[in-house]
């Protein structure tokens, strides 16, 4: 079946710029994550998303970043005026719900700003 | 912050061989999990132990798990090129949710 899907795959920004990034979980799964990735930080959770509960957004680094789950499915993440320490690869993951535990990955979006 | 962290940074193995990485931690946790990394893009999920659980077998990985030490070992026998990737264990807490914390990585490469 089909997995965890984003888009874009590579986004170039300007610093100032907003983007939206976004992800498209595997259908009937409940739990969804952002995570970033970068070359200084490793891997960090960001926010998380299950069901109709509040998300935990104890994982965004300012408050230049939200995101949101619009019907439970699909998540967009923004990041409001980029500056250069936001590039680093955005991902995101989802599960059937949080006693599962296993997440599965998107692909990733790579995000560079200049 | 990483609460994982792994040794060593980087194994270079011939195939055929085992690859031995290791993940410590800090807090307790509910179960510890590793994954692979392709071309530094999407995770795949390879084995999950839970913290009740010593030894965990899947394939050729073997991982283990002593939560007094607060660490774990993934080994892949018998390696093939194919296995070259960046290794990650990642932990998930008690708390609501199961958000991950990553450790640093391990890069592998197997030599043909």
């Known amino acids: 079946g089909a997995g965890v899907s984003q888009s874009p795959s590579n986004k170039v920004t300007e610093k100032g710029k907003d983007v939206e990034l976004r992800c498209d979980p595997i259908?009937?799964?409940?739990?969804l994550y952002w995570y970033r990735q970068s070359l200084g930080q490793g891997l960090e959770f960001l926010i998380y998303?299950?069901?109709?509960?509040?998300?935990?957004k104890s994982g965004l680094p300012s408050d230049r970043f939200s995101a949101e789950r619009t019907g439970g499915s699909v998540s967009t993440l923004t990041i409001q005026r980029t500056q250069q320490e936001d590039s680093a690869v955005y991902l995101c993951?989802?599960?059937?719900?949080?006693?599962?535990?296993?997440?599965?990955f998107g692909p990733g979006t790579r995000l560079t700003v200049t | 912050s990483q609460q994982g962290e792994e040794d060593p940074q980087a194994l270079s193995i011939q195939e055929g061989e085992n690859a031995t990485m290791n993940c410590s931690y800090k807090t307790s946790i509910n179960n510890l999990q590793w994954y692979r990394q392709n071309s530094g893009r999407g995770l795949v999920h390879l084995i999950l132990i839970r913290s009740n659980e010593r030894e965990k077998h899947s394939g050729r990985l073997r991982v283990t798990l002593d939560t007094s030490k607060k660490s774990s070992s993934l080994l892949i026998t018998a390696s093939r090129a194919a296995d070259t990737a960046s290794y990650f264990c990642?932990?998930?807490?008690?708390?609501?949710?199961?958000?991950?914390?990553f450790g640093g990585g391990t890069r592998v490469l197997v030599k043909p």
């Open positions: 993951a989802s599960s059937t719900d949080p006693s599962s535990y296993e997440q599965y």
């Open positions: 259908s009937g799964h409940t739990a």
């Open positions: 998303f299950q069901g109709n509960s509040a998300p935990d």
């Open positions: 990642a932990t998930g807490g008690k708390a609501a949710g199961n958000k991950l914390t």
